[in-house]
């Protein structure tokens, strides 16, 4: 089976380069292509944190649903190698992110730095070294934080925060700082996690290198 998955993952990073991954426009993909064929309203909306970054962040809602009363936003945080795509990947009765706007709530996806769903910058490239000079640390105060405050500011509400992984270690973290837990209702926090430096297996590092999750 690893064997089979190695071959199959070697097969599909040589059908979808990298390269023609990054020149496609996935701002406007992650609505058109993830969800809206659900039927799910869908608005793709632009932030920039204080270093320049421009992220992508979704608005997911039913326009079948409609609450009985006031619902908080919800803001779902991806894990790492993944984007928020990754909460609308099984069935409707499957998927967080299709199970929240099946009931009425206003679903915010964030999609953190570098991810496909967010390449942009003020200054810098894909290809320039320091686009990609930061750790989980900028993700936290800067990427999480512009998010939290940017949904606040919008709706005039306090956010409901969910993060899984490396969601939950920067969730944490901007929660740290002394703005965000009054912007915060609650929080659901999955699968914590800190650092990376003990993994050696060749499995997981190959499929890391391949750039697996972006195909």
């Given at each position: 089976l690893i064997l089979f998955l190695l071959f199959s993952a070697a097969d599909s990073?040589?059908?979808?380069?990298?390269?023609?991954?990054q020149s496609k426009s996935p701002k406007s993909d992650f609505c058109a292509g993830v969800v809206e064929p659900s039927g799910l309203s869908c608005s793709q909306h632009t932030i920039q944190t204080e270093d320049g970054f421009h992220l992508g962040v979704q608005n997911v809602s039913s326009p079948y649903h409609i609450p009985q009363g006031r619902v908080s936003p919800v803001l779902l945080i991806h894990g790492l190698f993944t984007g928020g795509d990754c909460w609308f990947l099984d069935s409707q009765e499957q998927s967080l992110g299709f199970i929240l706007a099946n009931r009425g709530f206003e679903v915010w996806v964030g999609n953190v730095r570098g991810?496909?769903?967010s390449q942009g910058h003020t200054s810098l490239s894909v290809k320039?070294?320091?686009f990609w000079d930061w750790s989980w640390q900028e993700l936290a105060l800067y990427d999480l934080a512009a998010m939290i405050?940017?949904?606040?500011?919008?709706?005039?509400?306090?956010?409901?925060l969910v993060g899984h992984s490396q969601g939950t270690i920067i969730s944490l973290a901007a929660l740290s700082q002394p703005?965000?837990?009054?912007?915060?209702?609650?929080?659901?926090?999955l699968c914590p996690i800190s650092y990376l430096d003990h993994i050696t297996a060749p499995f997981v590092l190959r499929l890391v290198h391949m750039h697996l999750d972006e195909v």
């Open positions: 990073a040589d059908y979808f380069p990298l390269s023609d991954l991810t496909r769903w320039d070294k320091k405050r940017f949904i606040h500011n919008v709706t005039n509400s306090k956010v409901l703005d965000i837990p009054k912007m915060v209702e609650a929080a659901a926090l």
